[in-house]
């Protein structure tokens, strides 16, 4: 094992190439090579810091990853047709190149991340109002794909993530900016009928240039989303979606306090339009999850596409607390792969007790993983050992993240792309 940025290694691969095996060592070996490369292969490409950070206040939150995804699906089976086997060296160097532009921060570097929070609210009194735009946008999924036409809320998809306390009085002014009709509808919520952004049912559409505010009284509380409900294959495949949280308001059962998480983190999966996508982009330009040893995350799954995605994290289990928003209580599980359906949001909460990097992906495995590398439905986990700079912002750099893979003896710090 060479751990010396300063000494190119020899190209490496390792030993396991199985599947899972060679998906896991990729990611480990990413690890190293964000770090590694840095110094002795790569171009000077400084790793910005990650992104994710603790939880706060509701409302106040550090935005949770900030990815995205691909192509219609169709476009995404491109990645991996299973004809023709390519050689094998093939195979391995865009595999490690694609691991590298994820190790390098290609999801921090790309512009327009979606899911950030929308931050304070107006008040009108003590109701909250959010102003929301429904946009045309340019969106990218990665960094190489060119920019895509989509649909965006305040101009990104997924559009800002909404925390509202349970019983929070709640106005969302909806403007049109498209060029077509539309309807908004808040998914999980208990709302007045004629709030229920349903065309043709309990509202007129959204005419271009219109507007349409939604009123009610958040009483739903959870892991909860905003979508269009209005041609919707085409409008929510397109990129109409956002995450809506309510906070319960005793905060002895909110997330940080209840499961003793650190970061409260929004994963909505899309899979139409930019192919399989995670808070819309895809691998590599999905952000990873970073914590240090010995956390415990929240991760809430959300799955605004039109297939299930059985999410699977390799090193540890997941504790599957809610369902729907619903507290499960009792029936809490523990899995290491769970099926979201379309429309389902199910709550997770990760005891972070294995350092290293750890593929997080979805197992159907044409929307993670074809002959060129990984794609679409992956990001990994990094489980990191404190250090005085986590300790005192929570927040992980790529230089904690090698030091974690390190730490989880990986021996994959070898360059591997010459
Ligand atoms: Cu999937």
Not at 45 to 60: C, D, Q
Not at 65 to 84: K, Q, R
Not at 134 to 162: E, V
Request: aromatic share 6%; glycine share 12%; hydrophobic share 40%.
């Amino acid at each position: 094992m060479n751990n010396d940025p300063a000494t190119p290694a020899s190209p490496t691969l390792p030993a396991d190439l199985s599947r899972r095996g060679f998906l896991r060592g990729a990611v480990l070996a990413g690890g190293g090579l964000a770090a590694a490369t840095v110094a002795a292969c790569a171009p000077g490409v400084t790793p910005p810091p990650w992104t994710l950070g603790p939880i706060g206040a509701p409302n106040s939150t550090k935005g949770p990853e900030s990815s995205a995804p691909a192509a219609t699906p169709d476009a995404s089976h491109d990645h991996g047709s299973p004809g023709a086997s390519p050689a094998a060296g093939d195979h391995d160097a865009n595999a490690a190149a694609v691991v590298k532009r994820f190790l390098d921060g290609e999801s921090a570097a790309v512009e327009g991340a979606g899911n950030q929070p929308y931050g304070q609210p107006k008040l009108d009194g003590d109701t909250k109002v959010f102003e929301l735009t429904i946009d045309p946008i340019k969106h990218r999924i990665d960094a190489l794909k060119d920019p895509i036409d989509a649909l965006g809320f305040n101009g990104t998809w997924p559009g800002p993530r909404i925390d509202v306390i349970e019983d929070d009085k709640v106005r969302a002014i909806f403007t049109n900016k498209l060029d077509e009709t539309t309807g908004i509808h808040f998914h999980g919520q208990q709302l007045p009928n004629n709030m229920d952004g349903v065309p043709h049912v309990t509202q007129d559409p959204i005419q271009p240039g219109a507007s349409f505010s939604y009123e009610f009284t958040a009483r739903t509380t959870g892991s909860h989303m905003y979508h269009s409900h209005h041609n919707a294959t085409d409008q929510v495949g397109r990129g109409l979606l956002g995450a809506f949280i309510v906070h319960p308001k005793d905060p002895a059962q909110r997330a940080e306090r209840k499961y003793g998480v650190t970061q409260d983190i929004v994963w909505i999966s899309n899979d139409s339009l930019g192919g399989f996508t995670i808070n819309g982009r895809g691998f590599p330009a999905t952000a990873p999850l970073v914590a240090t040893l010995g956390d415990k995350i929240l991760v809430r799954f959300m799955n605004e596409g039109v297939m299930m995605h059985p999410w699977h994290l390799h090193g540890m289990p997941m504790h599957v607390v809610a369902r729907d928003g619903y507290e499960l209580g009792s029936a809490s599980f523990r899995c290491d792969t769970l099926g979201v359906n379309p429309g389902e949001r199910w709550d997770v909460v990760i005891d972070c007790t294995e350092p290293g990097a750890w593929a997080f992906h979805c197992h159907i495995l044409p929307h993670a993983e074809g002959r060129d590398g990984m794609y679409g439905m992956v990001t990994a986990l990094v489980v990191q050992q404190p250090t005085a700079e986590t300790a005192s912002t929570g927040i992980g750099t790529a230089s904690t993240v090698r030091a974690a893979a390190l730490a989880a003896g990986s021996t994959a710090f070898l360059c591997r792309v010459l």
